[in-house]
DNA sequence: AAATCGGGGTG
DNA sequence: CACCCAGATTT
């Protein structure tokens, strides 16, 4: 065996690692990370600002909800218009309950993981049934309902109600990862750490969350370390060395190709034909244009969809790269006029709750949509 | 424990 | 292009 495996597992029990002396080190610049959040709160249209929070406005747990699952493995620029759009349509849990969920996934379009839509609506439907309206106040009450998992219960207790427990983000991991220079990926310990930030949680629960993600975005950020503006840097043992060594990531394996094709068939009075996709699976419960599987390696035949009544195919090959997946995409100009259901006006798909693969789709195909 | 699920931003 | 992001659910 190699002189450097057999030292792996001492060089690992040096390293520094999750202990109870550095969580109590944390525990002591919570308020000096409070006092930094103060001054640096960044303003967001879900958020009550420390100021007014002192003042007893208290968050809407609606929106605070809202805001939650819709930045779960999302950016808040990617995720700001699509909230005020919600909000604006959706004002309270009651009018997001009573919307079909067909307006709610079309709404969701362009935001990605669509099982967070069918969620989101799944839970407003609870909440205004059988709750008379009222989110439950304590994480683990909050836990029990659809598409709110361990983070997302954490975050609305502490921001709306400072329940004192820990909320253990991407960012705050990354924050936490490098104050306890964690020689393990976080995925290994993530209920420990939950529980050692719990215990460092001062009174102002929310503002703590939020300060921790706060730093996370603007101070200890993913490439890049801000140290000499950080509040917890008496206590970062990361700083001491090389805070980007930190998080230590695990291998992720590289996706495999795949390639299919996909019809966009228009007929003469510009209708298009769309199809809706299983509620489970990728794009669940989305919309489509017909095409074939999305099949590894080797690219199936064209198999296409009509026999004989199309005029003129254009064919562009399209790769997108998110899904390691290239596309032949077909435009087929029929020359009978069809009917059915599925056949909708190119002006009116911009309605559809068309994800932004078949929105590039349709443009990769000449079709005008907004 | 590992795989799956999207899309946009960034260096 | 690779990596990352206010994670949850399924297998």
Known sequence: MPLALQLMPILCALMPSLDQPQTKKLSALSHALLTWYDGNARSLPWRISPS????????????????????QQTTVPAVRDFFQRFTDRW????????????QVMAEWAGLGYYARARNLHACAKKVAGELDGVFPKSAAELQTLPGIGPYTAAAISAICHDERVGVLDGNVERVLARFHALSHPVRDLKPELREALTQTVPERAGDYAQALMDLGATICAPRAAFC????????????????????????????????????VMRDMDGRVKTGTRPRRGLLGGMH?????????????????????????????????????????????????????????????????????????????????IR
């Open 52 to 71: 007014d929070r002192r003042h007893g406005i208290i968050p809407d747990p609606y929106r605070v909800w809202l805001s939650e699952v819709m930045l």
């Open 91 to 102: 004002p309270s849990v009651h009018d997001l309950a009573a919307a079909e969920e067909g």
């Open 228 to 263: 000499d503006r950080c509040p917890l840097l008496p206590g970062c043992r990361a700083a001491k060395a090389d805070p980007l060594d930190f998080p230590v990531r695990p291998e992720k394996k590289p996706r495999p190709s795949r390639f299919g094709h996909v019809f």
């Open 288 to 368: 489509e244009f017909p095409g074939s599987d999305w099949t590894e390696g080797a690219e199936p035949g064209p198999q296409f969809p009509v026999e004989g009544h199309w005029k003129q195919a254009g064919k562009v090959h399209h790769v997108f790269t998110h899904f390691a997946l290239t596309l032949t995409v077909w435009r087929l100009d029929l020359e009978r006029r069809e009917t059915g259901p599925d056949w909708v006006d190119e002006e009116r798909l911009g309605d559809l709750a068309l994800p932004s693969l078949f929105r590039k789709v349709a443009v990769a195909a000449g079709l005008e």
